[in-house]
């Protein structure tokens, strides 16, 4: 992880998702090492987590206080949460079934 903060490996383990601390979020494959892509203008502060919730859909939080989804079949975002008080998101977790996103915060600043 040369810039990388967090990571996660999809769960089929055909590639893996980087968040980095300038706020990219990359995507590589697994097997050949290659960079399939760069997500480079959603955050604004370093990614403290990345989750995939299938094998098509990731989602990463950042202490911009963001927390961004991504189309992997597409390769670009689809939606963007955001809470209603200004907070540093440093994690991030999904339910087995794949329907509740949850982010956690620093106290709000």
């Known amino acids: 992880l040369i810039d990388g903060v967090c990571s996660e490996i999809s769960p089929n383990h055909n590639t893996i998702a980087v968040g980095t601390q300038n706020g990219k979020v990359r995507i590589w494959d697994k097997m050949t090492g290659f960079c399939l892509s760069t997500f480079a203008e959603e955050h604004q502060g370093e990614v403290t987590a ?17 927390v961004q989804s991504y189309d992997l079949n597409k390769y670009k975002r689809f939606r963007l949460f955001k809470p209603d008080k200004k907070a540093q998101l440093t994690s991030l977790a999904i339910d087995d079934a794949n329907e509740i996103v949850c982010a956690g915060s620093f106290d709000p600043y």
Do not use: E, M, R
């Not at 990345?50 to 963001?66: E, H, I, R």
């Open 50 to 66: 990345v989750k995939f919730s299938n094998a098509t859909t990731l989602f990463s939080s950042s202490l911009d206080g963001t």
